[in-house]
């Protein structure tokens, strides 16, 4: 019998259905969690690295989390949306390797999930101004969180299946981008799940390497093989989102984010931040304040 085991948790922050216009229109949107559109009216636009995605009545997208992304609307949109956080075992997402917008043909029961999902999880709109001296970010997490605590059991349980349904609408193999599969040695599997537990520390090739008794040039080339990058550059992403997601969950200071994910210098921090994100820490914070709010 086969046996797998799914690592995967998502955690409901918003969900609801909105009258979208004009004002919709934002640029080098970036976030922490997952967001899945569903389409009934009018129509809008997705921009990501590989070009413009129509928004249409009758499809299903998602925007994985991480992906740098434009979202726009020159008249009417009627749109439902969720957005979720993804937790994991070892610190990797679904769509790890499909960081940019998909879509796929909605069906009736898609419809259904997101009828129902509102039924049980009422209150989960965005209502508040799009003045950030107004919104409190860490305040707005907590809250969700605290109505997630709220829910009965079996309540929690369907709203976590049908976001694994809505989820699921992605992840065919006609839809991800093809990849060889390969399966990872237990020891680099792993140095991941010890990268993720320890982004404060440091984190050299050596050391991770003398972890697993392996030379550090030979280590390299096995990391990059299983994972596709150096090990650097994967332990600086894996900061990187995690010093995303303490920004918009937390009120700590770049100083201290930067010291949170292993970053002891906030020049270096704001560098690399800037690399990978394409914004700088403040700009990425401005842009968050900026998104997402229905007029």
């Known amino acids: 019998m086969n046996r797998r085991t799914f690592q995967h948790i998502f955690t409901l922050l918003n969900v609801d259905r909105v009258s979208l216009n004009s004002k919709w229109n934002y640029g080098n949107v970036i976030s922490p969690y997952h967001r899945i559109y569903l389409i009934d009216e009018g129509e809008g636009e997705l921009k990501d690295s590989n070009g413009p995605t129509r928004l249409e009545p009758g499809y299903l997208y998602i925007i ?78 907590k809250e969700y969180q605290e109505l997630n605590n709220l829910q009965n059991v079996g309540e929690y349980m369907e709203t976590q299946g049908m976001l694994l349904q809505l989820a699921a609408r992605f992840l065919s193999s006609n839809t991800l981008k093809q990849q060889d599969v390969k399966i990872i040695p237990v020891k680099i599997a792993e140095t991941l799940n010890y990268i993720q537990l320890n982004l404060h520390e440091e984190l050299s090739v050596f050391n991770l390497a003398e972890r697993i008794n392996q030379n550090p040039d030979y280590f390299s080339r096995q990391f990059k093989l299983y994972t596709g990058s150096r090990p650097v550059s994967y332990i600086h992403e ?36 800037k690399k990978i994100t394409g914004l700088s820490p403040r700009e990425y914070k401005k842009q968050m304040y900026l998104i997402g709010f229905p007029s």
């Open 64 to 141: 994985p989390s991480f992906t740098l992304c434009t979202m726009s609307c020159n008249h009417h949109l009627g749109q439902y949306f969720v957005h979720f956080f993804e937790d994991s075992m070892d610190g990797t997402s679904l769509f790890t390797n499909n960081r940019f917008i998909l879509k796929v043909k909605a069906t009736e029961t898609d419809f259904r999930l997101f009828a129902r999902l509102l039924e049980i999880n009422p209150g989960r709109g965005i209502n508040r101004s799009d003045n950030p001296k107004l919104y409190e970010k860490d305040i707005f997490y």
């Open 238 to 273: 894996k900061r990187v989102e995690r010093a995303q997601y303490l920004m918009a969950t937390t009120k700590m200071t770049y100083q201290e984010i930067g010291a949170e994910t292993g970053f002891q210098d906030l020049s270096y921090f704001s560098k690399t931040f």
